[in-house]
C-alpha cells in the first residue's frame, strides 16, 4: 500500500505536497522501476482529494522523467530512479518561519534574455516602492547585513520552495546586486589559478569570462538537446574540479532541459569527484508546454549552489539576484558579498518581498507568460513558413528566446553584417562556444521584448538575405 497524507492546513499547494512525496519515494527507492502508480480515481478516493490535484502532480512528475504514462495502462515509476540521501530528506514541514550597445529604432534585435520591459507593472511596483520609503524601518536607511533583508529572505525561500522545489532556510540566500555578482562571488570563493571548472559548451560568454578571470581553466562538456551529456564528464580522480557548471532547466543557449537521469548521474559525479555543482537557473519560471522543472538544488541541497535572478522574470533595471549556499559555505559568501559592495540596496529588497508576499510576482508571471507564449509561437511558424525544412529549432519549450538551425549557412561575421545592414541584429551561437566549429549553423532569437509585428518583419528580412546566400 502507498503510504501518502495530504495536510490541507500547510500553505503549501495540495499538488506539490503529493508531488513532493511521490518523487522523494521515487528517489529513495520506495517505489521501483516499472512499478505502477494508484490511478488517480483510487488515489482521489483514498485522499479525499480532486482527480485533478493528482493528473497535475502525475503531469510534472512525467514532465520531469520520474514516470512514464502508458496508453490505457496509467503511470508507472521509470528506469534508473534511485538517488542515495546523503543530505537531509525532504519533509514538508520545512518550510522557514519566517548593456548592450544602443541600436536604432529601425533596427529588429532579437537579443535574448530582455523580457517585455513594456509590460513591467510600473503603478503597482510604484505604489509598493512608495510604501517602502515610507514605512521601512529606520535600520532599512543605514548599512545593512552582506547576505540581505531577513525579511526578503524569508519570504524568497518560500516562494523558491513552493515555485522551484528548492530547499533552503533564509540563512543560507546571500542576495546580489543580479546574476552576474553572483557568478563573480562563486569565482571569488571558489576559484583561484590554476582551478578547473566543469562548464557545458556552449555556455554564456560572459559567464566563461567571469571563471578565466579568476584564473580557472575551463574543460568544455559538450551538450546536446537535452542538456549536459554527463556520461562526457572526465573521470573525477584525474580531474579534481572545482565546480561542474550547469544550467539544467533551460540549457543556454541551445534551450535543453536535463533529464532526472542525468540530474542524478550529474549529483552522483559530484558526489565522487567532491566538488559543487552550480545551477544557473535564469529563466526557468517561463516554461509552456509543461510546468516549470523543478530545481537541481532539491535533489542535494548540500551540494548544489543555486543561482538566481529577477532580471529576465522582471527587469534587468532592478539588479537583484541571490544564491542559495549550502550551510558550510554560507560564511565565506557573506564575507566575499562585504568586501564586495557591503549589501544590496536595501529599500528595492523590501520592495521586492512586498511583491512577492502580496502575490504581484506570480500573477505578473501568469500574465506574460501567455504573452511570451504568442511570441515564440509566431516566431516559430515564422520561420517554418519563410524557411521550410531548411531551419530547424532548437529549445522552444522554455525561456525567452529559442535557436534557430540552418544547415548549409555559416554565420560568419560578413553575413551577420550584412543581416544588420537589412534591419536584423542576430546572435551567433558560436559566440558562446569554447570549442569552436560545432555551431557556426546557429543563430540565437530572443522573442520577449518584440512585438509580434516586429518578429515577423524581422524574419521576413532574414529570408531575404539568407535566400541571396
Same mark, same amino acid.
Not at 485522499?47 to 503511470?75: K, M, P, T
Not at 509561437?377 to 525567452?400: P, Q, Y
Given at each position: 500500500m502507498l503510504y501518502l497524507t495530504i495536510d490541507r492546513g500547510k500553505s503549501l499547494p495540495l499538488i506539490r505536497?503529493?508531488?513532493?512525496?511521490?518523487?522523494?519515494?521515487?528517489?529513495?527507492?520506495?517505489?521501483?522501476?516499472?512499478?505502477?502508480?494508484?490511478?488517480?480515481?483510487?488515489?482521489?478516493?483514498?485522499?479525499?482529494?480532486?482527480?485533478?490535484?493528482?493528473?497535475?502532480?502525475?503531469?510534472?512528475?512525467?514532465?520531469?522523467?520520474?514516470?512514464?504514462?502508458?496508453?490505457?495502462?496509467?503511470?508507472?515509476?521509470?528506469? =534508473?530512479?534511485?538517488?542515495?540521501?546523503?543530505?537531509?530528506?525532504? *519533509?514538508?514541514?520545512?518550510?522557514?518561519?519566517?548593456?548592450?550597445?544602443?541600436?536604432?529604432?529601425?533596427?529588429? *534585435?532579437?537579443?535574448?534574455?530582455?523580457p517585455a520591459l513594456e509590460h513591467f507593472p510600473r503603478t503597482v511596483w510604484g505604489k509598493i516602492v512608495q510604501r517602502v520609503c515610507q514605512e521601512a524601518p529606520l535600520s532599512a536607511l543605514g548599512y545593512n547585513r552582506p547576505e540581505g533583508r531577513l525579511e526578503l529572505r524569508q519570504i524568497l525561500s518560500r516562494y523558491l520552495y513552493r515555485t522551484r522545489g528548492v530547499c533552503c532556510e533564509p540563512e543560507q540566500i546571500v542576495m546580489t546586486s543580479g546574476a552576474t555578482q553572483a557568478l563573480t562571488l562563486i569565482a571569488k570563493v571558489l576559484l583561484k589559478p590554476g582551478s578547473r571548472v566543469l562548464i557545458e559548451d556552449p555556455i554564456t560568454h560572459d559567464i566563461?569570462?567571469?571563471?578565466?578571470? !579568476?584564473?580557472?581553466?575551463?574543460?568544455?562538456?559538450?551538450? *546536446?538537446?537535452?542538456?549536459?551529456?554527463?556520461?562526457?564528464? %572526465?573521470?573525477?580522480?584525474?580531474?579534481?574540479?572545482?565546480?561542474?557548471?550547469?544550467?539544467?532547466?533551460?540549457?543556454? %543557449?541551445?534551450?535543453g532541459t536535463l533529464p532526472i537521469q542525468r540530474r542524478i548521474q550529474l549529483i552522483q559525479y559530484a558526489r565522487a569527484a567532491d566538488c559543487y555543482i552550480v545551477e544557473d537557473d535564469y529563466d526557468s519560471e517561463f516554461r509552456y508546454d509543461s510546468p516549470p522543472i523543478s530545481s537541481l538544488q532539491g535533489l542535494d541541497d548540500q551540494r548544489v549552489i543555486y543561482v538566481g535572478s529577477f532580471s529576465k522574470i522582471l527587469s534587468p533595471g532592478l539588479r537583484l539576484g541571490y544564491l542559495v549556499l549550502p550551510r558550510e559555505l554560507v560564511q565565506r559568501y557573506q564575507e566575499a558579498k562585504w568586501f564586495s559592495d557591503l549589501h544590496t540596496p536595501s529599500l528595492d529588497q523590501l520592495a521586492l518581498g512586498l511583491f512577492i508576499e502580496e502575490g504581484h510576482l506570480e500573477k505578473y508571471v501568469n500574465?506574460?507568460?501567455?504573452?511570451?507564449?504568442?511570441?515564440?509561437?509566431?516566431?516559430? =511558424?515564422?520561420?517554418?513558413?519563410?524557411?521550410? =525544412?531548411?531551419?530547424?529549432?532548437?529549445?522552444?519549450?522554455?525561456?525567452?528566446?529559442?535557436?534557430? !538551425?540552418?544547415?548549409?549557412?555559416?554565420?560568419?561575421?560578413?553575413?551577420?553584417?550584412?543581416?544588420? *545592414?537589412?534591419?536584423?541584429?542576430?546572435?551567433?551561437?558560436?559566440d558562446h562556444a569554447i570549442a569552436p566549429g560545432q555551431h557556426e549553423d546557429k543563430v540565437i532569437l530572443g522573442y520577449g521584448n518584440l512585438s509580434e509585428a516586429e518578429i515577423l518583419a524581422g524574419v521576413a528580412k532574414l529570408k531575404d538575405v539568407i535566400q541571396q546566400n
Open positions: 505536497q503529493l508531488y513532493t512525496q511521490l518523487r522523494s519515494k521515487i528517489l529513495q527507492g520506495e517505489l521501483l522501476a516499472g512499478q505502477k502508480l494508484p490511478s488517480t480515481r483510487k488515489l482521489s478516493e483514498e485522499l479525499c482529494i480532486s482527480r485533478n490535484v493528482i493528473l497535475e502532480a502525475y503531469e510534472q512528475l512525467l514532465a520531469e522523467g520520474y514516470i512514464e504514462g502508458r496508453r490505457g495502462s496509467g503511470y508507472y515509476v521509470a528506469a =534508473d530512479m534511485y538517488l542515495e540521501q546523503q543530505a537531509r530528506q525532504e *519533509d514538508l514541514s520545512i518550510f522557514p518561519s519566517g548593456e548592450a550597445e544602443s541600436l536604432g529604432s529601425d533596427i529588429i *534585435d532579437f537579443r535574448s534574455g530582455v566563461q569570462t567571469i571563471f578565466r578571470a !579568476a584564473g580557472a581553466s575551463l574543460h568544455p562538456v559538450p551538450v *546536446d538537446a537535452s542538456g549536459l551529456q554527463v556520461d562526457q564528464l %572526465p573521470d573525477p580522480a584525474a580531474c579534481h574540479p572545482s565546480f561542474v557548471f550547469v544550467t539544467p532547466s533551460h540549457q543556454f %543557449p541551445l534551450g500574465r506574460v507568460k501567455k504573452l511570451y507564449k504568442k511570441r515564440r509561437k509566431c516566431l516559430v =511558424d515564422a520561420l517554418h513558413e519563410a524557411f521550410a =525544412d531548411r531551419v530547424s529549432i532548437w529549445g522552444a519549450s522554455a525561456g525567452l528566446h529559442i535557436v534557430a !538551425a540552418f544547415p548549409g549557412i555559416r554565420f560568419t561575421p560578413a553575413l551577420l553584417a550584412q543581416i544588420k *545592414d537589412c534591419g536584423v541584429r542576430l546572435y551567433p551561437v558560436e
